[in-house]
């Protein structure tokens, strides 16, 4: 079979697409594509989970609609959110979405129970405020109490269209719960959160077949004969597999989220590692991601939505180029700017408060925004290279992120490596891949990676001088260390 869709779905937008392989040539066509965001009602931020399900279907009947009887699909979208489904398979909550600020002091307090050291040893997952662990520790405990399954968004989603019940293994890992030992939920972290293994439902690895689109579903809406397989569902997982690495390359997986890391086949949970924060997320075919989240385009996401999305991205960027370089920075991943009542506020007085002349137009604050990140790409990027004793030759940026020339031209100027970016699509890639693999018309990752590599166009930046670098990494430094607790 020749019909292998992804469903892919990030924070600020979602697609169904297929991917066609012929002649060891793989494409991609667009079958459907939507917005995504989470709604705040009511001081909450939460995600249309039954919208999603909806654009499923619909893509689903375009694809009927082309022609595709029958196919493969697998899901993917971000990480940490969860679904709390009762013994009748039905949904108990809203879906909190991740950037909800029920979470800002969740550290904090379970830290008074569980040293972070003692969480880290066990999962290698990086302190994020929104990780699962903290969410459900700040959930309501008769609500959790009545939840027959927690299910990651992924895996309700597969749950809703076959009616069978996982938990994806690289989406899982970011819960912050699984034991890198034992390979499962781990036991003291579950009791001290109450909650009991069963609530949680089979660890399940990519490729694995889950079945049947539901009979009742193709019936009702018309839709193609669906193969549900499990795929790598955490999108960060999905575009690392997508992403043709050297040997010697860090990837940056840029969209909502940067997330700048590198593969490898162990974990890395020292104590140097923790205090830098990396995390060891799972990957498929035995592999962990060692990586860090950089607050990513986020911030332009946002300060384009401010602007009631006026410009494109190509339009801010184009802007930014015409702007001067590195004339207020701003420190990306302090905890401000994960979700400021209005972006372009927090953005200016940031730079008031440090000091630097206050970004006014769409221009400043687009250039202000791309060079804070190439810079923090710099500094985690060398970080990256003390924790795993190995020099870095080349920065692979794949998925959106890989659309943007300047900022692309801009971190090899900062990092004075070579830039490698695309696939755009690497997570849709990494996604189909692996039905790919399963259903066996591909052998494995690594050929699945050549495939990628000579079909996509890959654009190479090499690093150019930069005017005054030294000066600028001097107040790029002097900035983090006055922030040095938000690394
Ligand atoms: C990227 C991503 C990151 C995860 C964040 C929250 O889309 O999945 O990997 O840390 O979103 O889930």
Not at 130 to 150: G, K, R
Request: hydrophobic share 40%.
């Amino acid at each position: 079979m020749n019909n292998h869709i992804a469903v892919d779905i990030g924070a600020s937008s979602g697609r169904l697409v297929r991917g066609i392989l012929q002649e060891g040539v793989l494409t991609l066509e667009e079958l459907h594509r939507f917005s995504n965001r989470f709604i705040e009602q009511e001081d909450s931020c939460l995600w249309d989970i039954d919208y999603l399900f909806e654009q499923i279907i619909i893509g689903l009947q375009k694809a009927k609609g082309q022609g595709i009887t029958a196919c493969t699909l697998g899901i993917d979208t971000w990480a940490v959110d969860y679904v709390l489904v009762d013994a009748e398979g039905t949904r108990i909550q809203e879906v909190y979405a991740y950037r909800d600020r029920r979470t800002d002091k969740a550290m904090d307090e379970v830290a008074k129970h569980i040293s972070p050291l003692t969480i880290y040893e066990k999962t290698g997952i990086q302190q994020l405020s929104f990780n699962t662990l903290y969410q459900l520790y700040v959930h309501s405990e008769e609500e959790i109490a009545q939840a027959d399954q927690i299910l990651l968004v992924p895996d309700y989603l597969y749950y809703r269209l076959t009616g069978r019940k996982i938990n994806e293994v690289t989406n899982a890992s970011s819960t912050q719960l699984l034991n890198l030992e034992s390979r499962d939920f781990d036991d003291d972290l579950l009791d001290f959160l109450n909650i009991k293994r069963d609530q949680f439902a089979t660890l399940t690895e990519p490729g694995v077949i889950i079945g049947p689109l539901d009979e009742a579903l193709i019936q009702e809406y018309d839709l193609p004969d669906c193969q549900l397989i499990c795929v790598a569902t955490h999108d960060t997982a999905s575009a690392v597999l997508g992403a043709p690495l050297q040997r010697d390359s860090a990837y940056i997986s840029s969209g909502t989220w940067s997330l700048l890391g590198v593969e490898r086949t162990q974990p890395l949970n020292s104590m140097m590692a923790m205090k830098a924060n990396y995390t060891n997320e799972w990957g498929a075919y035995g592999t962990y991601r060692f990586l860090k989240n950089v607050m990513g385009l986020w911030l332009i996401q946002e300060v384009r939505r401010l602007m009631d999305d006026r410009c494109s991205f190509a339009e801010l960027a184009e802007l930014a180029h015409g702007e001067e370089g590195f004339r207020s920075l701003i420190s990306c991943n302090d905890p401000r700017f994960l979700n400021p009542s209005n972006m372009i506020e927090e953005i200016r007085n940031a730079c008031a408060e440090s000091g630097q002349p206050v970004t006014e137009t769409p221009g400043q604050l687009a250039r202000c925004i791309f060079d804070s990140l190439a810079l923090s790409y710099r500094t985690y990027l060398e970080e990256l290279e003390e924790l795993i004793e190995s020099r870095i030759e080349v920065l692979q940026i794949v998925g959106g992120g890989a659309n943007n020339s300047l900022l692309c031209q801009l971190t090899a100027d900062v990092i004075g490596r070579e830039v490698k970016a695309g696939p755009t699509e690497s997570t849709a890639l990494g996604n189909i891949v692996v039905q790919m693999i399963s259903t066996g018309s591909i052998t494995d990752i690594n050929e699945a990676r050549d495939i990628i590599a000579e079909s996509f166009e890959i654009k190479s930046y090499t690093p150019r001088p930069t005017a005054h670098l030294e000066d600028i990494l001097n107040r790029w430094k002097e900035l983090q260390l006055s922030k040095i607790q938000h690394q």
